[in-house]
């Protein structure tokens, strides 16, 4: 295990920096999901950044802790853009912020990954768009697999988890949150923060008040989804 990097309070001091043969630059990299990560939630962050490859993922969250493994050190733009936003978030989204009861996986890894979408088109709308387009084929490419998003929790089989949270879910925060704006979003952040533990019930009111049609989307999270009906809703609204 080896130290990386080490945040306080928003600051960040490079400690070893396994990607310096990169030529690009680590810390510009970090420090802008560190201001979007202040921009959105309002909170400084305190985090260490750990190379571990003893973990189960290409990267994991703990309380003021993130590991990444070593695979990562050669493909910086994707550590940077696909990987490290994600695991920073979670540090609010699962770490501070707790979900339970049904959906819980929907509200924890969805959202948090639709938190990484929106930092990537703050960045660069481009690859944003890139990204979507690949979520939503990977969406089609195991459509078989989808299920009710209410109906996902741990013991779920992994292609279940691929489709309907990490493609569908993540697809359908990005239709119903088109039109939210930085400020309604950083209300909700700051709303479930509050709460701490949250059920499905909750995280649906705090959507329904910074405007999101909650009917239709809890009629989409308790049903299978549809590919043609998501296609058109990105096409429509954003595409």
């Known amino acids: 295990m080896l130290l990386c990097y080490h945040i306080s309070n928003n600051q960040l001091t490079v ?37 571990y490859d003893d973990i189960p993922a290409m990267s994991i969250s703990m309380k003021e802790k993130i590991y990444f493994r070593s695979s990562l050190i050669d493909i910086k733009d994707v550590a940077m853009y696909l990987y490290f936003p994600h695991e920073i978030f979670h540090q609010l989204i699962g770490n501070d912020v707790k979900f339970v009861g049904d959906g819980r996986l929907w509200m924890l890894e969805s959202f948090t990954e639709y938190l990484q979408l929106r930092y990537i088109m703050h960045k660069n709308k481009n690859l944003a768009n890139r990204y979507i387009c690949f979520i939503l084929e990977r969406y089609k490419d195991n459509i078989s697999n989808d299920v009710p998003i209410i109906a996902i929790n741990d013991e779920s089989y992994e292609l279940q988890i691929v489709a309907t949270i990490e493609s569908r879910g993540v697809l359908l925060f ?20 509050i ?15 910074i405007g999101i049609n909650v009917e239709r989307l809890s009629s989409d999270i308790n049903n299978i989804g549809n590919y043609e009906q998501i296609k058109a809703g990105i096409y429509e609204n954003y595409i």
């Open 15 to 51: 400690v070893n920096d396994v990607f310096i043969h990169n030529k690009k630059n680590t810390v510009f990299y970090l420090e802008s999901i560190l201001k979007y990560y202040k921009y959105i939630t309002g909170l400084s962050l305190t985090v260490d950044i750990y190379l």
């Open 174 to 193: 990005h239709i119903y949150f088109m039109n939210v704006d930085d400020f309604h979003l950083k209300m909700m952040l700051e709303k479930l923060a």
């Open 195 to 209: 709460v701490k533990n949250v059920s499905i019930t909750v995280f649906l009111q705090i959507c329904c008040e």
